[in-house]
């Protein structure tokens, strides 16, 4: 009967640490930031306007946050409409004008010291160390979502498909290589 | 010790009794489902990890063919894969324990390990079904039965509930471990079907070859009406 109890057991303990880990690294997360706001006053005295000070840097990281998780829900409620047999058009074209919209922004959301040493993200360090790439990926984004805004305003429901297709796979070309795995 | 038949009851399917009968104890069907399962499930973990969300979803959706598969086959398959055969109460497992069961199959404290993993899959395979990715890409093929913020909680349990997964499997690959090291080896068994078994015991009752088709043309229309969205149960 050990066995089983050891068997019941083993889930129950796997779950708790998985847990107990996730919060520790939003604890982390908050330690991070609280920390760069304090410094930041001693950082700008040497590094006067050549480095973005750690109070802008949390700034942006935290509009770019925002930025990628309103992209994505729009994305989710497009990806739903277009899966069913009567896509909302409405729903659509509103969350297509959002995302072009917020792909223009996007320039602005990677400046230098905005990485993980900056606090808690997603954005790999890599994304400074191939900036042309990185780029020319986001250059990518910006095309498709304006692509398919244009598609959602048509209102042809193919030609909608196909650049919402072309839209997700600039996406997933950025974050498959820019993109930690964050579990939040 | 010579000559004397070793009768070691705890190990899985086959009781290794030295000078047995080679016989077998795992029909095809039931080493096919074990085998493409776990080789679905490796899968499953890589690709999802190498940006693959399609081939995940394609994977899960061929495990849920598996397991539709394997349950229809607990009812209408050999004697060892049927649920009737092998799963057995808590006295049993105690029997089991002191050593006083006899037979062929799952004995009864590795039936709980069977119906576990099983269990264990059908829920991870659910989760994924009404899961979407958090970028809007991708949807599991019922994810439109449910809302967009239920469909993210479910991928947040989807990956969670892997860590039980993984649990058991550890368990299932320690449990092989310990009977090996006890001199049982199980793994063969699972391969070939055959292992050496007392002269005292019943021989497996093979299952139809024609109800195996019939098992799986059925789990694999349930599945094709899955991955059309579920029409006429969906709105």
């Not at chain 1, 994305?75 to 297509?96: F, M, Q, Y």
């Not at chain 1, 606090?119 to 984004?141: C, M, S, V, Y």
């Not at chain 1, 030609?159 to 820019?178: N, P, Q, S, T, V």
């Not at chain 2, 078994?197 to 093979?206: E, S, Y």
Request: charged share 15%.
């Amino acid at each position: 009967m050990r066995a089983v109890l050891f068997a019941l057991a083993l889930p129950l303990v796997s779950i708790a640490a998985c847990s107990g880990s996730q919060t520790s690294q939003i604890h982390n997360g908050q330690a991070n930031v609280s920390t760069d706001s304090r410094s930041a006053e001693n950082a700008t005295g040497s590094n006067l306007e050549l480095r973005l000070s750690l109070g802008d840097a949390t700034r942006i990281m935290h509009e770019r946050h925002e930025g990628m998780e309103t992209i994505g829900k729009n994305a989710k409620a497009i990806n739903r409409e277009l899966a069913g047999p009567s896509p909302d058009l409405a729903v659509v074209r509103g969350g297509a004008a959002q995302i072009a919209e917020l792909s223009t922004k996007a320039s602005g959301w990677f400046p230098e010291g905005t990485g993980p040493e900056a606090g808690k993200t997603g954005a790999k360090p890599d994304i400074w160390q191939n900036r042309a790439d990185f780029e020319t990926k986001l250059h990518n984004f910006q095309g498709a979502a304006a692509a398919f805004d244009a598609a959602a305003k048509s209102g042809d429901v193919p030609r909608i498909k196909a650049r919402f297709a072309e839209l997700g796979g600039a996406c997933k070309a950025c974050h498959d290589k820019y993109r930690a795995e964050m579990h939040h | 010790m010579q000559g004397v038949p070793r009768q070691i009851s705890c190990g899985d399917a086959p009781l290794s009794v030295e000078g047995g009968r080679s016989q077998l104890v795992w029909d095809l069907p039931v080493r096919l489902f074990h085998w493409l399962l776990a080789a679905l499930i490796v899968f499953s973990w890589w690709s999802v990890h190498h940006h693959h969300t399609d081939w995940h979803i394609w994977s899960g959706c061929a495990i849920l063919t598996l397991l539709i598969f394997r349950i229809l086959w607990g009812f209408f398959g050999s004697s060892t894969s049927r649920f009737t055969g092998f799963v057995r109460g808590p006295r049993a497992v105690g029997a089991y324990l002191r050593g006083e069961w006899f037979g062929i199959g799952h004995n009864p404290l590795g039936a709980l390990s069977v119906l576990a993993l099983l269990a264990a899959v059908a829920v991870q395979v659910a989760l994924g079904l009404v899961a979407q990715d958090e970028d809007g890409i991708y949807m599991g093929p019922l994810a439109r039965l449910v809302t967009s913020d239920q469909s993210d909680k479910a991928r947040a349990l989807h990956s969670a509930w892997f860590n039980v997964l993984l649990g058991l499997i550890v368990l299932h690959l320690a449990a092989i471990a310990f009977y090996k090291v006890r001199g049982i080896g199980l793994t063969r068994a699972m391969i070939s079907g055959k292992t050496d078994l007392g002269a005292n015991l019943p021989p497996m009752r093979a299952g139809k070859w024609w109800a195996a088709l019939i098992c799986l043309a059925i789990a694999i229309a349930i599945t094709r009406w899955v991955i059309a969205g579920a029409p006429h149960v969906a709105s």
